[in-house]
Protein backbone atom coordinates (compact mmCIF):
# COMPACT_ATOMS: atom_id res chain seq x y z
CA UNK A 1 0.00 0.00 0.00
CA UNK A 2 1.57 3.36 -1.02
CA UNK A 3 0.21 6.70 0.67
CA UNK A 4 1.03 10.16 0.57
CA UNK A 5 1.85 12.25 3.33
CA UNK A 6 2.00 16.25 3.46
CA UNK A 7 3.57 18.61 5.76
CA UNK A 8 4.37 22.36 5.65
CA UNK A 9 0.88 24.30 5.84
CA UNK A 10 0.11 27.28 8.47
CA UNK A 11 -1.08 30.77 8.59
CA UNK A 12 0.89 33.26 7.35
CA UNK A 13 0.27 37.03 6.63
CA UNK A 14 0.67 38.24 2.49
CA UNK A 15 4.06 38.59 0.93
CA UNK A 16 5.71 35.58 3.08
CA UNK A 17 6.54 32.16 1.99
CA UNK A 18 6.07 28.74 2.92
CA UNK A 19 7.53 25.45 2.18
CA UNK A 20 4.74 22.14 1.92
CA UNK A 21 6.49 19.11 1.59
CA UNK A 22 4.61 15.43 0.76
CA UNK A 23 6.74 12.03 1.30
CA UNK A 24 5.47 8.98 -0.76
CA UNK A 25 6.25 5.70 1.44
CA UNK A 26 5.10 1.95 0.89
CA UNK A 27 5.52 -0.47 -1.70
CA UNK A 28 6.89 1.76 -4.83
CA UNK A 29 8.60 0.57 -7.81
CA UNK A 30 8.34 4.00 -9.45
CA UNK A 31 6.91 7.18 -9.13
CA UNK A 32 6.43 9.46 -12.44
CA UNK A 33 4.55 12.73 -11.94
CA UNK A 34 3.97 14.16 -9.04
CA UNK A 35 2.00 17.73 -8.66
CA UNK A 36 0.28 19.97 -6.15
CA UNK A 37 -3.36 20.77 -6.62
CA UNK A 38 -5.76 23.27 -4.40
CA UNK A 39 -9.29 23.40 -3.47
CA UNK A 40 -10.52 26.87 -2.03
CA UNK A 41 -13.83 26.91 -0.35
CA UNK A 42 -16.38 26.76 -3.04
CA UNK A 43 -14.52 25.99 -5.77
CA UNK A 44 -12.96 23.45 -7.63
CA UNK A 45 -9.65 21.26 -7.24
CA UNK A 46 -7.29 23.35 -9.87
CA UNK A 47 -3.54 22.11 -10.94
CA UNK A 48 -0.88 24.61 -8.69
CA UNK A 49 1.97 22.71 -10.20
CA UNK A 50 3.26 19.48 -11.70
CA UNK A 51 6.74 17.36 -12.14
CA UNK A 52 7.81 14.85 -13.84
CA UNK A 53 10.64 11.98 -12.93
CA UNK A 54 12.96 14.30 -15.35
CA UNK A 55 12.52 16.88 -13.68
CA UNK A 56 9.93 19.10 -16.18
CA UNK A 57 7.53 21.26 -14.48
CA UNK A 58 4.26 23.07 -15.37
CA UNK A 59 2.58 25.85 -13.57
CA UNK A 60 -1.03 27.49 -13.02
CA UNK A 61 -0.54 31.19 -14.39
CA UNK A 62 -1.48 32.31 -11.31
CA UNK A 63 1.46 31.07 -9.73
CA UNK A 64 3.96 31.15 -12.50
CA UNK A 65 7.03 33.52 -10.55
CA UNK A 66 5.74 32.90 -7.21
CA UNK A 67 5.59 29.29 -6.87
CA UNK A 68 8.76 26.55 -7.01
CA UNK A 69 8.00 22.90 -7.35
CA UNK A 70 11.14 20.27 -6.99
CA UNK A 71 11.85 17.07 -6.36
CA UNK A 72 13.38 14.42 -4.20
CA UNK A 73 13.52 11.09 -6.46
CA UNK A 74 15.69 9.12 -3.89
CA UNK A 75 13.41 9.88 -0.95
CA UNK A 76 10.06 9.93 -3.20
CA UNK A 77 9.00 13.54 -2.14
CA UNK A 78 8.11 16.63 -3.48
CA UNK A 79 8.17 19.98 -2.54
CA UNK A 80 6.04 23.54 -3.39
CA UNK A 81 8.25 26.67 -2.19
CA UNK A 82 5.33 29.12 -2.04
CA UNK A 83 6.83 32.95 -1.80
CA UNK A 84 5.51 36.10 -1.88
CA UNK A 85 1.88 34.29 -0.80
CA UNK A 86 -1.31 36.18 -1.74
CA UNK A 87 -4.99 36.14 0.25
CA UNK A 88 -5.95 34.36 -3.08
CA UNK A 89 -3.86 31.72 -2.53
CA UNK A 90 -5.64 30.13 0.30
CA UNK A 91 -6.74 26.82 0.06
CA UNK A 92 -6.21 23.14 0.83
CA UNK A 93 -3.66 22.13 -0.98
CA UNK A 94 -3.09 18.02 -1.98
CA UNK A 95 -0.44 16.16 -3.20
CA UNK A 96 -0.95 13.81 -5.60
CA UNK A 97 1.55 11.14 -7.42
CA UNK A 98 1.36 8.96 -10.31
CA UNK A 99 2.61 5.76 -9.17
CA UNK A 100 3.65 2.33 -10.39
CA UNK A 101 3.76 -0.32 -7.05
CA UNK A 102 5.88 -3.22 -6.85
CA UNK A 103 4.54 -6.13 -8.34
CA UNK A 104 4.83 -7.88 -11.66
CA UNK A 105 1.05 -7.11 -12.62
CA UNK A 106 0.73 -3.84 -10.58
CA UNK A 107 -0.49 -0.90 -12.68
CA UNK A 108 0.79 2.78 -12.30
CA UNK A 109 -2.24 4.81 -10.55
CA UNK A 110 -2.84 8.42 -8.57
CA UNK A 111 -2.48 8.27 -5.15
CA UNK A 112 -3.49 11.86 -3.24
CA UNK A 113 -2.47 12.68 0.03
CA UNK A 114 -4.97 14.55 2.95
CA UNK A 115 -4.47 18.10 2.02
CA UNK A 116 -2.98 20.93 4.34
CA UNK A 117 -4.01 23.75 5.35
CA UNK A 118 -2.55 26.96 3.71
CA UNK A 119 -4.20 30.88 4.75
CA UNK A 120 -2.70 33.47 3.47
CA UNK A 121 -3.78 36.59 5.52
CA UNK A 122 -4.25 40.55 4.13
Known amino acids: QVRLVESGGGLVQAGESLRLSCAAS????????MAWYRQAPGKQRELVAAITSGGSTNYADSVKGRFTISRDNGRNTVYLQMNSLKPEDTAVYYCCADVKPLGAWSLATDIWGQGTQVTGSS
Open 26 to 33: GSIFSINT
